[in-house]
């Protein structure tokens, strides 16, 4: 499944995409703790493996939380939280 976490205003669309086909087959689970802000949380889907999601009370405050990781100038290649993913499965809408 491809999940969307996020939102969008007057100033943009601010979205975290994870493929969580991906997940299931993830052996260390990276996201979990690569993220310097916890973002991610680890829930059971509906077979009851442990796939990747945003936590709720983050998801209309991406844009501010992931700040600090995405600067206007010299924003690095893959963001901490896709260093973490070896399977690549999280992209940024911004
Ligand atoms: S590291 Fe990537 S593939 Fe593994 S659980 Fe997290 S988002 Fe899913
Ligand atoms: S950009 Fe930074 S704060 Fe945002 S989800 Fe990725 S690692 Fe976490």
Request: charged residues 25%.
């Amino acid at each position: 499944m491809i999940a969307h976490y996020g939102f969008e205003d007057g100033s943009g669309v601010f979205y975290i995409t994870i493929d969580t086909g991906k997940c299931a087959r993830c052996e260390d689970r990276g996201c979990a703790g690569g993220c310097p802000e916890g973002l991610f949380a680890l829930e059971p889907d509906d077979e009851d493996i442990p796939v990747a999601g945003i936590r709720e009370q983050a998801r209309n405050a991406l844009k501010a939380a992931c700040a600090a990781c995405k600067p206007l100038e010299r924003r690095p290649a893959l963001l901490p939280c896709q260093k973490s993913c070896g399977l690549e499965a999280i992209t940024h809408s911004w």
